[in-house]
């Protein structure tokens, strides 16, 4: 695959989803407050997220210099965080929801979305 079109394609997708979180706290903290209290929805995401990541981790070929890197290390936490998803207790899953509804924590999390986001876009057409 591509490494120009990968870095876009995640860079776009990272970009709208921080663009609606910012935009939408309420409603991106209900829904994930709907998503933590079913474990088949959270081992049905886990399992996407593995998928996703092994697609990006095994489709890397010779990406070179730091946009292969951070291509690299993206695929390399979804593999993680959809292990996880897979084998956590609903009971940890809440407890990390209930870091996220700090409102430091979210808008933190919501601008490394958007601007890893942005680098991964105008990092291909360097």
Do not use: C, N
């Not at 776009?12 to 929805?41: C, Y």
């Not at 890397?60 to 993206?74: P, R």
């Amino acid at each position: 695959m591509d490494i120009s079109f990968l870095a876009q394609f995640m860079g776009v997708l990272m970009v709208i989803i921080g663009v609606a979180m910012l935009i939408r706290r309420k409603v991106t903290l209900r829904a994930l407050d709907e998503v933590f209290k079913s474990p088949g929805l959270i081992y049905s995401i886990g399992i996407a997220q593995i998928a996703v990541g092994l697609l990006v981790v095994m489709s890397k070929g010779d990406f070179g210099g730091a946009l292969g890197s951070v291509l690299a290390i993206l695929g390399w936490l979804l593999l993680i965080e959809g292990f996880v998803y897979m084998t956590a207790t609903v009971r940890s899953m809440k407890k990390l929801l209930k870091w996220l509804h700090s409102k430091q924590t979210y808008y933190f999390v919501s601008l490394v979305y958007v601007l890893l986001g942005v680098w991964l876009v105008y990092g291909t057409t360097i």
